[in-house]
């Protein structure tokens, strides 16, 4: 869209304005995951992007409705709070831009097209940087908070006036004004030195929610594999697995049915709205229709796994307490490490998610959850990552149980990530019913 205001938050945050095409350009990226963001006339559109070294990312974004929000804005000369472009910036027009990214060459393909379409260029010394905008808020921002300060010292030297020192109440008035300009001015130094971390979230927890949020809510796929309980002692316990999954406007549905070494079978339905919120639905062996399976029993192991019925979604990408933690490596991955904390409003048996997940791809790959009251931890393993169709999955999953020998292994033999499928594929009374004779 021509004249659109773009965000890149990463490993290097930058921002820029698309031209009257629609088209814009940010270079001399350092490689890594960054969530695109695009706002202009009431439409917005967020996108997760990979840039990898010694290649060109093409991005384009479709623009929705944003959504409309009342608010009161305070305006100011951006001349008198300081806000000019610093000197020593390079700024690169449209044709400049083309020059340095030569149309039809193996390495560098400039793209345009109706709707917004961006050119992110990993870190090289022969490519200049395109100077970003400085966000015209940090004006607002700082006005509001000296409108704050202004606004408190009069009122604490209204409460150091004779008059109202004579209450023995406004003493302690008088202390709590101080406390409050106190907090104040220790908000404004922390934004002048590190202005991301006073006022706004961090660019990384952005880009690992947006991902794996967005990574769910594209599941479409049909899987079969087996599902094996390995004791301590080798003994190994099989079932066959089937499992089912699309995001509907309302959220994910998950079809799974596991056969046992015998004719029974276990189906079950989960759904997870678009704010996290689960509900789980089963044929158990022995019964003949689905029912509502209590919350009690979420936690029970399936078919006697280290798998329980809740294991089968990851809703705590959706709960509202997420922290990012240290980034560490696991095995050789570089990871993001995000702590997932449920709250009241949460339906789970667990208190904690902390999940490592690869700064490349966006995927876990080795997950702890911390089982609420008792504090025992259950520990997930994710083997075998590819990528098919676009989608990356996990052939393998293994769940260890703390303090209980053996583990459980779920492999995916087959399937489908494109599988197209639609409300009728997830009617779980068609899954238990038993053959007709």
Known sequence: MPVAEVSLNGPTPSETS??????FVFSALQPGSYVLKSEASGMTATQVVVVTAGAVSAVSLEMKVAVVEQSTSVTASSDAMGTQEPAGTN??????????????????????GKQVFAALVPTSGRFPIVSPRRPRWCAIRTLAVYIAMTFLRLIVTLSRSRKFGRYPEARRVNCAFWTLQGSMALLVLLSLVHPSRAFAVSPDLETVLTGSRQRIEKLDYRATGRLTRVEGNGKRTSYKFAAKAHWFPDGLRLLSEISGPGSEKTSILLHMSVSGHVTIEAVLPGQEAASVLPFERWNDPLVGTDFSYEDMVENQFFWKSQALLAPEKYGARDCFVLKSVSGSQDRTYYDSVTSWIDRGILYPVHVVKTLRG?????????????????????????AKLQGKPGSSILVIEGGSGKANLGRKDFDISQSGAPPRK
Do not use: C
């Not at 700024?91 to 793209?111: C, F, R, S």
């Open 18 to 23: 698309a031209d009257a095409e629609g088209k």
């Open 374 to 398: 008792t504090g025992l931890q259950k520990e997930f393993i994710y083997y075998g990552l590819r990528k098919i169709g676009g989608v990356w999955s996990a052939t393998q999953v293994e």
């Open 91 to 112: 700024t690169v027009g449209e044709q400049a831009v083309k020059d340095m990214l030569p149309i039809g060459t193996a390495n560098h393909t400039w793209y345009e």
